[in-house]
């Protein structure tokens, strides 16, 4: 059969072996969680409890008036110890609410919907937006808002984002082995909710019993979605790249999928969403896979949202001595780790820790201009060039070369023989261009 893929890209050797076959455990109940005010894209949320308040699991400990935001719930029932700033998995301190456990749970669940097939389109984004769902792949884009596109825009298809194309992550691999009802159902609901009739499921080769199960489960009960199964390449988990992939639509740069009338949502985000709409249950745990061949016992976890990254290594049986190098997220877009008190937020997907074996000293050679970065960028930018523009700070050139298009995918930088870092020059080109453009505006008005 003649796999489906997207133009360029690459593929890193495949680490998903060390926890693939490991069913989700769920980890036992943190006696202390640190719950960011700010885990998704938009305005942060402001604290509503004060230090020494009880709180129930589930309750909305904080939360915003903007639209383009998502309130953050208790992920235990305890007592609120301090607001403060603690150590946040993106390498900063920030604001977070620390809840201490007193028991097990005591439940504050989400208004009951009865049947959503019958429930209007704005109670269900409202129960969404309650629920504090955001894009669970790694985005975290608010998803009531993105189920909510403008009237201007007519969506026609949907989406199911299973490709997890890290090559460590597994969790939304096991999240479809084990959870495949659920997620089916929470894509029917987002379906429903934009009035979408054709839903694809996107899932990369290298996940056969993924596939065979969400296949088996799609004509066994009924629903009339079309699996497309991918073939393996990085980064096929990026919108653009499985739109093209599934549909052989091409985005457009600076365009979102909704202009080529495309809903994207990965796996994990669809089963949050059914257990809001079905159970009543806000986000408050995730699976994260942690990982590497540093980790003694490597697991899939449905963990609390807020537990510390220690006591995740500590249910793998810890980390072995020669650990150089811990990061989240994966080693192509992750971010490395300095403090395992960082807790687990929304988009954790996977902690993964690598020994010496694999992780070499990294010596950076001139460009030898050999252009393997331009041929491997998926998104038809020149990593080289703007990682110049970056490093010099020539902001209209950035704006010029598209530099706000580039997805951060980590590519370039991965084939680079230079060993160049790219994407850190673009990251900071990109910054750069905002503060220009910011500072600009403010002079003109
Ligand atoms: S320039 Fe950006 S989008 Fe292109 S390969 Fe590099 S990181 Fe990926
Ligand atoms: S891959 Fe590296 S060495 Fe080759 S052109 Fe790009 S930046 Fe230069």
Redesign the pocket.
């Given at each position: 059969m003649k796999l489906s893929t997207f133009k360029k890209g690459l593929h890193p050797e495949d680490y998903k072996y060390f926890s693939h076959d490991q069913a989700i455990e769920t980890l036992s109940l943190p006696d202390d969680v640190y719950i960011p005010l700010q885990q998704h894209i938009g305005t942060p949320c402001e604290p509503l409890v004060t230090k020494g308040d009880r709180v129930k699991t589930g309750q909305i400990i904080a939360n915003s008036d903007s639209y383009v935001s998502a309130p953050v719930h208790a992920t235990v029932t305890g007592v609120v110890k301090d607001i403060q700033k603690y150590y946040h998995p993106l390498g900063m301190r920030t604001t977070m609410i620390h809840i201490q456990r007193d028991g097990d749970d005591e439940w504050e669940l989400l208004e009951k919907i009865q049947d959503w097939k019958w429930t209007s389109k704005e109670k269900l984004l409202k129960t969404i937006r309650n629920a504090g769902i955001v894009g669970l792949g790694g985005a975290t884009f608010p998803t009531h808002v993105k189920l909510n596109p403008p009237d201007d825009k007519t969506i026609d298809s949907f989406i199911l984002n299973g490709v997890e194309c890290e090559p460590y992550l597994t969790s939304d691999d096991r999240l479809m082995v084990e959870h495949s009802d659920k997620i089916l159902l929470g894509m029917s609901i987002m379906m429903h909710i934009l009035d979408v009739q054709k839903g694809y499921i996107g899932i990369e080769n290298n996940k056969p019993e993924a596939i065979a199960r969400m296949q088996k489960r799609v004509v066994e009960l009924g629903y009339p979605f079309t699996m497309v199964p991918l073939k393996v390449k990085y980064p096929q988990g990026a919108e653009k790249m499985l739109i093209y992939s599934v549909l052989k639509r091409k985005v457009p740069a600076g365009k979102l999928p909704m202009d080529v009338g495309v809903v994207v949502n990965n796996v994990a985000t669809a089963h949050a969403v059914a257990e809001a709409i079905v159970d009543a249950k806000p986000l408050i745990q995730r699976v994260i896979t942690i990982t590497g061949d540093g980790v003694r016992q490597p697991k899939n976890l449905m963990a609390r949202l807020g537990t510390p990254f220690k006591n995740l290594f500590d249910a793998c049986d810890g980390v072995k001595d020669d650990v150089n190098q811990i990061f989240m997220g994966g080693p192509m877009m992750g971010m490395t780790q300095y403090h395992l008190e960082s807790p687990v937020v929304k988009g954790s997907s996977g902690i993964v820790a690598v020994t010496g074996d694999l992780v070499e000293e990294i010596t950076t050679f001139p460009?030898?201009?050999?252009?393997?970065?331009?041929k491997v960028c998926p998104i038809n930018l020149m990593?080289?060039r703007l990682?110049k523009f970056g490093q010099e700070g020539y902001v209209e050139k950035l704006d010029d070369f598209g530099v706000m298009s580039c997805i951060e995918c980590g590519a370039?930088a991965f084939?680079?023989?230079?060993n160049?870092p790219?994407v850190q020059w673009i990251r900071i080109g990109k910054l750069r261009l905002r503060e220009h453009t910011a500072k600009t505006a403010k002079e003109t008005t």
């Open positions: 460009c030898i201009r050999c252009g393997a970065c331009v990593p080289l990682s370039c084939v680079c023989p230079a160049i790219l």
